[in-house]
């Protein structure tokens, strides 16, 4: 087509034969072009998937999870950042010093579970700033409060970035089943901490998303109005209605980790999982 088009516009013998000579030339570069293009494929094949490895160690842990991936596919970044939700990185996650929120898990033969859970009210750091005096932080203690409120700020901030966090579709199931625990372990902490700043039984009372502590743990508000000292209230509290509480909570005690959904994640993505429990040194 360019050598017609080029012809056509030219009319005299002699700018006839000029134009023919620029075409040959052109052709001639054409050729040319093609040839360096080919030769250039061939110095540059294309590139084939290329395979990258991470390790997730907590470093003193018996745990080892290996992950190997196609950058191509899903980014470092992003593959760190959904890495968590595996049901085999829980003493990794808890080493994370970003974090601010918990996972405990269990391996029970073929059996993963893992859930994420807030911060106890008790968990005092003594290098993290948001805490005070840490040594002396029970419940009669001048800071407990305090430090059980920073507790309480962490974990809504993990909750809130948890749902907002952007996830392929295949996770959804695995993601919706960690923030239920999530929000219901943040709800216990809440209610402890409303109790333990005001002692009044009601607060433990109240109703939550189908669960209701006075028909399910009527033993526990008779060990209560029993109770001789704050001490007493606090550990059965902590203890015995939080564990009331927990195992009423059927909704979640009845379904556990969705371990189908994750590997459909690592098929999608072509990632492959390894995990490892390291024995004890010979």
């Given at each position: 087509?360019?050598?017609?088009?080029?012809?056509?516009l030219?009319?005299?013998?002699?700018?006839?034969?000029?134009?023919?000579?620029?075409?040959?030339?052109?052709v001639?570069?054409?050729?040319?072009?093609?040839?360096?293009?080919?030769?250039?494929?061939?110095?540059?094949p294309?590139?084939?998937?290329?395979?990258?490895?991470l390790t997730?160690?907590?470093?003193d842990?018996?745990?080892?999870?290996?992950?190997?991936f196609?950058?191509a596919?899903?980014?470092?970044?992003?593959?760190?950042?959904?890495?968590?939700?595996?049901?085999?990185?829980?003493?990794?996650?808890?080493?994370?010093?970003?974090?601010?929120?918990?996972?405990?898990?269990s391996?029970?033969?073929?059996?993963?579970?893992?859930?994420?859970?807030?911060?106890?009210l008790?968990?005092?750091?003594?290098?993290?700033?948001?805490?005070?005096?840490?040594?002396?932080?029970?419940?009669?203690?001048?800071?407990?409060?305090?430090?059980?409120?920073?507790?309480?700020?962490?974990?809504?901030?993990?909750?809130?970035?948890?749902?907002n966090?952007?996830?392929?579709?295949?996770?959804?199931?695995?993601?919706?089943?960690?923030?239920?625990?999530?929000?219901?372990?943040?709800?216990?902490?809440?209610?402890?901490?409303?109790?333990?700043?005001?002692?009044?039984?009601?607060?433990?009372?109240?109703?939550?998303?189908?669960?209701?502590?006075?028909?399910?743990?009527?033993?526990?508000?008779?060990?209560?109005?029993?109770?001789?000292?704050?001490?007493?209230?606090?550990?059965t509290?902590?203890?015995?209605?939080?564990?009331?509480?927990?195992?009423?909570?059927?909704?979640?005690?009845?379904?556990?980790y969705?371990?189908?959904?994750?590997?459909?994640?690592?098929?999608?993505?072509?990632?492959?999982?390894?995990?490892?429990?390291?024995?004890?040194?010979?």
């Amino acid at each position: 087509m360019l050598i017609l088009m080029e012809l056509g516009l030219r009319r005299s013998p002699v700018s006839g034969a000029k134009t023919v000579k620029t075409v040959l030339m052109r052709v001639q570069w054409s050729g040319h072009l093609a040839m360096l293009a080919l030769a250039v494929a061939i110095v540059n094949p294309p590139s084939r998937a290329q395979t990258r490895t991470l390790t997730f160690d907590a470093g003193d842990e018996d745990e080892v999870v290996t992950v190997s991936f196609d950058p191509a596919k899903i980014s470092e970044a992003k593959l760190r950042q959904l890495i968590l939700f595996s049901p085999f990185i829980v003493s990794y996650f808890n080493y994370l010093p970003a974090r601010d929120f918990l996972a405990v898990g269990s391996i029970q033969g073929e059996v993963v579970d893992k859930s994420f859970m807030a911060q106890p009210l008790e968990l005092c750091i003594a290098n993290d700033p948001a805490y005070s005096r840490c040594e002396e932080n029970g419940i009669d203690g001048p800071n407990f409060l305090r430090n059980a409120k920073a507790n309480l700020e962490k974990s809504r901030r993990g909750l809130k970035w948890l749902q907002n966090l952007d996830y392929p579709k295949q996770l959804q199931p695995v993601v919706k089943f960690l923030l239920d625990g999530l929000a219901f372990s943040l709800w216990i902490e809440e209610r402890r901490f409303k109790y333990y700043s005001t002692w009044d039984e009601n607060v433990l009372k109240e109703a939550h998303d189908g669960i209701d502590p006075a028909q399910l743990c009527p033993d526990i508000f008779r060990k209560l109005e029993t109770a001789n000292s704050k001490e007493e209230k606090y550990s059965t509290v902590r203890f015995d209605w939080a564990n009331c509480i927990g195992a009423g909570n059927h909704k979640l005690g009845l379904y556990p980790y969705p371990i189908s959904s994750w590997n459909a994640f690592l098929q999608a993505y072509g990632i492959t999982e390894h995990f490892e429990m390291k024995g004890p040194p010979d």
